[in-house]
């Protein structure tokens, strides 16, 4: 029933020519390669995945109220690691390319927030993205870089890796990653961070302007859909709506 929801959904947005706009994507172009960590490596699974992006990427003051990560450069398997993630963001003084990758608790920022807990979809097809909504936490770029935090328990994979648009993003200082794959081994950490879309409040309609779009589009809209031609952008192709919301 879940599955059937966020199809719907989707049906809808790219039938009404919706979409999520960007506030900030940090990461492109991305490498031809990808990034199986945190959500798609078999060999081990990593627990804890950081990454920090350098203050810079951001002109000001931003309320993040999603992530959106991407699927365009790797074909391989599809599944995402199975567990319960739990993601926290925060302002924090250390560098890129300088995490702590032995004791990433030094990472953390003091106004770490948990702004996500929950599972991933089952699956994010090649060409496409899945988004997380979560509590809203505002950064300051002013008061230093942004630290993404994840925690996952009771992790799994099966199948093939799934591999996630990423980039070598320490050579021109965009951002860095952590992870306990290969802890306290700078060459593995260090490269290969995730390209990350962060979008803000405004961007996102509210559940119930949701609601009322989806009625209205269903009341008005399926009797033309034989003639209908809809058309989607990659953000939306699959779109992961946190906490259950629908």
Do not use: W
């Amino acid at each position: 029933m879940r599955k059937k929801c966020q199809t719907l959904l989707l049906f809808v947005l790219a039938g009404a020519g919706l979409t999520l706009k960007a506030a900030v994507i940090v990461g492109l172009p991305a490498d031809p390669s990808g990034n199986c960590y945190p959500f798609g490596c078999v060999f081990p699974p990593a627990t804890v995945y950081q990454q920090v992006y350098n203050s810079n990427n951001f002109a000001g003051p931003i309320t993040i109220a999603a992530l959106t990560f991407f699927r365009t450069k790797t074909d391989t398997g599809t599944d995402l690691n199975a567990g319960t993630y739990s993601i926290s963001l925060s302002t924090t003084s250390t560098a890129v390319n300088g995490l702590d990758i032995t004791n990433f608790g030094n990472n953390v920022g003091p106004d770490n927030t948990l702004f996500f807990i929950g599972t991933l979809p089952a699956s994010v097809a090649f060409g496409s993205s899945f988004t997380l909504i979560g509590t809203p936490f505002t950064y300051n770029p002013a008061n230093g870089n942004l630290l993404i935090d994840m925690r996952i328990s009771g992790v799994a994979h099966s199948g093939l890796p799934t591999f996630f648009d990423a980039r070598n993003g320490t050579a021109d200082g965009i951002f860095s990653r952590a992870t306990d794959f290969c802890s306290g081994i700078p060459t593995c950490n260090q490269s290969y961070g995730l390209v990350t879309e962060f979008q803000t409040s405004a961007d996102i309609p509210e559940p119930g302007t949701l609601t009322l779009l989806i009625t209205g589009v269903l009341l008005i809209g399926f009797a033309a859909i034989g003639m209908a031609s809809f058309t989607s952008s990659p953000r939306i192709v699959y779109f992961c709506l946190s906490r259950n919301a629908l």
